[in-house]
């Protein structure tokens, strides 16, 4: 067991199940002695996420659609309330409707644009603006994006554009909340078997061209993210923020 993270109350945002890259984050996070905190989205998730989180101890554990403001607003007064401060949040959450990620790009509709903007991209500033109440030690806020902010992906499409959005949130919301000592950075991960991952087309050539040409030739899995996600959460990571870093086993330095 590590110290890193020890007396630092870390929310999670965006465990769905075992397989979520935020249960992965927070197991590393727990290994270097964090409290855990936890929001799940709506009433159907619930059991399943207490039942998973109850492995690691006891942890606070609220609802938070992230499409309402009333819910950010509760959850961010319910936990001044309890904790007083928080020190970190990681925010894993992203949607997009499957006809929108399916279709190609060009034929996105009106409203699964705004949509998928909404959960994937504005989410992290709405959670942002929150934190800087209750952040009054510093903090650090870590979101998960895709290198189809970068380059197309044939089966990623608005997805693609609302993580585009994400990253450029990321240096903008850096630059914000800097000056109260909060920092904001993403890790860009590599394609990773997941329940939201289910809805990107082809998604299993992703993952073989990932175990091919990447210069670790292998695909990530969720232990890689934790040790970042750490790094980012504690001090060691102090002097870094607006960041967007890579965690793909090398995959995006390739050109071909
Ligand atoms: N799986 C991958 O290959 C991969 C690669 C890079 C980045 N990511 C990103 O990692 C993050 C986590 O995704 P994951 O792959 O672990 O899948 P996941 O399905 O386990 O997690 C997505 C989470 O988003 C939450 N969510 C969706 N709509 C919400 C809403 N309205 N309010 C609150 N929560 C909501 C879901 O409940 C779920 O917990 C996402 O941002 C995803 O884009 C995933």
């Excluded at 855990?36 to 609220?62: D, F, N, P, Q, W």
């Excluded at 000592?181 to 990932?210: E, H, M, Q, W």
């Amino acid at each position: 067991m590590g110290t890193l993270l020890k007396n630092k109350n870390i929310l999670i945002m965006g465990v769905r199940n075992k397989w979520s890259i935020a249960w992965g984050i927070a197991k590393a996070a727990h290994e270097e002695g964090a409290n855990l905190i936890y929001t799940y989205l709506g009433e159907r998730e619930k059991e399943g996420v207490e039942s998973l989180v109850s492995s690691l101890g006891e942890a606070g554990i609220y609802k938070c659609d992230i499409t309402s403001d009333e819910e950010i607003d509760k959850l961010f007064e319910d936990l001044k309330a309890k904790y007083g401060v928080i020190h970190g949040i990681v925010h894993a959450i992203a949607y997009a409707k499957g006809e929108d990620i399916q279709n190609g790009f060009v034929n996105t509709s009106r409203d699964g644009f705004a949509l998928a903007m909404d959960i994937s991209a504005y989410s992290l500033t709405a959670v942002s603006q929150r934190a800087k109440d209750i952040m009054t030690e510093g903090g650090s806020i870590v979101t998960l994006t895709y290198m189809g902010a970068e380059k197309v992906f044939p089966g990623y499409n608005i997805m693609g554009v609302a993580k585009a959005t994400l990253e450029a949130g990321v240096r903008y919301l850096a630059s914000d909340v800097g000056p109260a000592g909060i920092r904001v950075n993403a890790i860009s991960a590599g394609p990773i078997k997941t329940l939201s991952a289910k809805g990107v087309k082809d998604f299993n050539s992703i993952l073989d061209s990932a175990d091919q040409k990447a210069p670790l030739r292998r695909r990530i899995d969720h232990e890689d993210l934790g040790g970042p996600a750490v790094f980012f959460l504690s001090n060691m990571s102090k002097g870094v923020t607006g960041e967007i870093m890579h965690v793909d086993c090398g995959f995006n330095i390739m050109g071909v």
